[in-house]
């Protein structure tokens, strides 16, 4: 078994054997005998244990889940999505890009054909099928990532040109 995190994204089953809902790990109990966690704090939907046999990894099953005969909560998945993509960016952006300070748990760069080649299927059909969601926060994400330190340096420049007068 896969030791849980606080604060990790994971595929809950929710009903057995194929209803499988996204939630986020709040707590272990006990060397991971159970695992409590939050249906992103959804106000109809309490948070609850699950035995670790009981969740799988959001990324690695995005996929499966998300095809027949599974069922999921599509408002939950949007939420999830969200989130991903959120810490992506934000393990991607350097601390000097924000006005907090805090260390984040940083993500390492995608091979660049891997990225371009997602960026060039979206620009050739702007079509995403659902399975592919993850891929495309991840992307985006990585774009938002490089945009963001791209404007950085240009107003570093700007600023060192404005100093110097030139």
Known sequence: MQKRYRGEIVWAR????QTWWPALVLRTIEDDLAILVSFFFHPQIPPRYFLPSELLSFRHYFRFFLTPPHTTSHALVDRALEIYGRRILSSLTCPCQTKTKTKTKTTSFKAVEEVLGFVVSAAVSLWVEKVE????VEALAYVQAFRGYNLIKQRSVYNFHCERGS
């Open 14 to 17: 929710v009903s057995f054997p």
């Open 133 to 136: 969601f993850v891929d495309a």
